[in-house]
């Protein structure tokens, strides 16, 4: 997401060769504007952006740092909403209901699935209504998804109400003591009466403490006009984009502040539940703008990588002790992390590298064939790496249904990785580990 407008971002930047030259800023401003509409970011949007920044420039002096500086500080703003809240606000008396509103084909039931898992990670309490008792097999879509991901699910059989089922979600989540309760509600093709009427219904009876839209990042503005509309009919706190992964352009994201007046609170970065997080402008500004957004990446870790375990395992690679189950551990672990070029263009001046791993998948056909392999390991053989004399790679290789070649590709893989987390976790090791990535930054 954000490429198009990070590499136009260098090409009106380039503009400002000298400083205080009136002509090369003209010139600066009108790329950024072309940038921006290419990007799918609204017109009037566009129009009031470049002339902050404009305003900025003829203020102060003229140049490339302050080209830059002028153009963050006003992404960011431009990117909150007034009195917009960020991430997930719980409501001082739990549990805290959500209900999720949308046209049919916007990612409305994955996406209350991820929100779930999302509060899950967090150590919260969820329970998931489905309501959505229009459109065939929605509720069963649903209860799959929680089943695979241990999310508490809650539907009546045979009930025909939305209302109802809502009314008995609320008294199941009292009871239960959940910190939240999330509704799945119905979509429909186009806003029509009875959908909203739906809606009203259920929050009239609920009194919902957040109203979330769910907008499809890849239909552009016509996302944001529906949105309008919901919001107008029901008074949305906040907008999820989806496929935001997808949307090379992100300009709708841009809009949703400035043109709805409603913070973007969450986006999905991928098909995995893993894959979403919260939406905070001044760090995505940072990633617009080349610089990473370390604060995000270092917050969804937290929540995933347990601080026992990870020194545990820092001790082990130190050693050189590192084995097969610590490997699988952390692999899974890593998983849960969700999409992988996400993650990495996370980190600051990989932007580049991110595009290049825009295929990766931590579930492909390459995992699948090292799990095998793994598995075919005896426990020994797992936590002691040193024991695979050729016989032993025979007999793995034979139960993983590949060659041995493929096998010792993957045990000298291993070995050189193990080596150098080895490095990387010694004396000056960070230090080596900054020096490479500051050689791997990409200039503006």
Not at 46 to 54: D, Q
Not at 119 to 128: G, H, S, Y
Not at 194 to 201: D, R, S
Not at 270 to 293: H, T
Request: proline share 2%.
């Amino acid at each position: 997401m954000f490429e198009f407008i990070s590499e136009s971002l260098k090409s009106a930047v380039n503009k400002l060769k000298f400083v205080d030259d009136e002509k090369a800023l003209k010139n600066a401003l009108d790329t950024l504007k072309k940038a921006l509409l290419k990007a799918d970011v609204h017109h009037k949007v566009t129009k009031e952006l470049v002339a902050a920044v404009e305003a900025d420039m003829k203020s102060g002096t003229i140049g490339q740092k302050q080209f830059l500086d002028s153009i963050k500080k006003n992404l960011t703003e431009f990117l909150e909403a007034p009195n917009a809240s960020a991430g997930f606000i719980f409501a001082p008396k739990p549990p805290t209901v959500v209900l999720m509103s949308g046209l049919q084909g916007g990612g409305k039931t994955t996406s209350t699935a991820k929100l779930a898992n999302y509060l899950k990670t967090r150590n919260k309490k969820v329970l998931i209504a489905a309501c959505d008792l229009q459109r065939l097999a929605a509720v069963e879509q649903l209860r799959q998804l929680c089943e695979a991901n241990e999310l508490d699910f809650f539907s009546i059989a045979g009930e025909s109400s939305a209302l109802n089922v809502a009314k008995a979600a609320l008294n199941k989540a009292k009871e239960g003591l959940y910190d939240a309760l999330i509704i799945d509600t119905a979509g429909r093709l186009a806003i029509d009466e009875a959908l909203m009427n739906e809606l009203k219904e259920i929050k009239d009876a609920l009194s919902p403490d957040e109203i979330f839209y769910i907008a499809d990042a890849m239909s552009g503005q016509d996302a944001l006009k529906t949105a309008a509309s919901f919001n107008e009919a029901l008074g949305i706190t906040g907008v999820i984009l989806t496929k935001f992964d997808a949307d090379a352009k992100g300009g709708i994201a841009l809009g949703v502040a400035k043109q709805l007046g409603v913070g973007l609170r969450f986006v999905g970065i991928g098909e995995k539940v893993a894959d979403f997080e919260s939406f905070v402008p001044e760090r995505v500004a940072q990633r617009i703008m080349g610089e990473g957004d370390l604060a995000t990446l270092a917050e969804k870790a937290a929540h995933v990588f347990d601080e026992k375990t990870a020194k545990e395992v820092s001790k082990k690679i130190k050693k050189g002790e590192f084995n097969f189950d610590d490997f699988l551990a952390q692999l899974e672990s890593v998983k849960k992390l969700g999409n992988v070029q996400n993650l990495i263009g996370m980190i600051p001046g990989m932007q580049g590298m991110a595009s290049a791993l825009k295929d990766v998948d931590l579930d492909g056909g390459q995992m699948k064939y090292i799990k095998a392999m793994i598995s075919s390991m005896t426990p020994k053989e797992r936590s002691n790496p040193s024991l695979l004399n050729n016989t032993r790679k025979r007999r793995i290789a034979a139960g993983a249904g590949l060659d041995q070649m493929q096998v010792n590709r993957f045990l000298k893989q291993f070995e050189n990785a193990a080596k150098l987390a080895k490095k990387f976790s010694g004396k000056g090791g960070m230090q080596a580990l900054s020096s490479m990535m500051s050689q791997a930054r990409i200039p503006h």
